[in-house]
Antibody, heavy 124, light 102 residues
Framework: QVHLQESGPGLVKPSETLSLTCSVS??????????WAWIRQRPGKGLEWLGY???????YYNPPLRRRLKMSLDKSENLFSLKLTSVTAADAAVYFC????????????????WGQGTHLIVSS | IVLTQSPGTLSLSPGERATLSCRAS??????LAWYQQRPGQAPSLLIY???NRATGIPARFSGSGSGTDFTLTITSLEPEDFAVYYC?????FGGGTKVEIK
């Protein structure tokens, strides 16, 4: 059974960098069939896709966040990570990691497995 | 692409039929997914490619549509179905429909 688990600091000061990790079990992130994504949900709001990273390390980020966002893989630990720089109050949210199914030919995308989410508070 | 879900809230009783709508701002063929999010939980995949049920999803959930208009139908609401439902296409999510107990 595939399981994703986020971990993060819970609290970050404004202007600092947020670092999150997503530990994956039940499947290898080296597999070419999947992409690994981050999605967030601001309080009382809908879902916002942040970006994905492929098994080969190729990344694609949501354009408004591109300057501040970086994703990486740790294949030895079977986890992937997110760094978001210059955090503001607008970045306070629940951050989810998810397995993304992407059919390159058709462009069909869906997220079939999600972590439980990690809350981020931004405060000095 | 903008996804518009309606209604914003649907008030129904257990056993009733729920019909949720998702409209895309441009043609997305049949590449649309639906998710359920219960309070305090992560979203979970219900339907992908408009009408394919994800693994383990009960048959009372069905999806239909293509182009710009899509529907998620729950034929007979169970207590655990009262939740928020989101549609998603590519990297965009709709605003959600809350199904609440009447």
């Amino acid at each position: 059974q595939v399981h994703l688990q986020e971990s993060g600091p819970g609290l970050v000061k404004p202007s600092e960098t947020l670092s999150l990790t997503c530990s994956v079990s039940g499947v290898s992130i080296r597999g070419a069939d999947f992409y690994w994504a981050w999605i967030r949900q601001r309080p009382g709001k809908g879902l916002e896709w942040l970006g994905y990273i492929s098994h080969s390390g190729t990344t694609y980020y949501n354009p408004p966040l591109r300057r501040r966002l970086k994703m990486s893989l740790d294949k030895s630990e079977n986890l992937f990570s997110l760094k978001l720089t210059s955090v503001t109050a607008a970045d306070a949210a629940v951050y989810f990691c998810a397995r993304e199914r992407l059919h390159v030919d058709s462009g069909s995308v869906w997220f079939d497995t999600w972590g439980q989410g990690t809350h981020l508070i931004v405060s000095s | 692409i903008v996804l518009t879900q309606s209604p914003g809230t649907l008030s129904l009783s257990p056993g009733e039929r729920a019909t949720l709508s998702c409209r895309a701002s441009q043609n997305v063929s049949a590449y649309l997914a639906w998710y359920q999010q219960r309070p305090g939980q992560a979203p979970s995949l219900l339907i992908y490619d408009s009408s394919n049920r994800a693994t383990g999803i009960p048959a009372r959930f069905s999806g239909s549509g293509s182009g710009t208009d899509f529907t998620l139908t729950i034929t007979s609401l169970e207590p655990e179905d009262f939740a928020v439902y989101y549609c998603q296409q590519q990297l965009t999510f709709g605003g959600g429909t809350k199904v609440e107990i009447k």
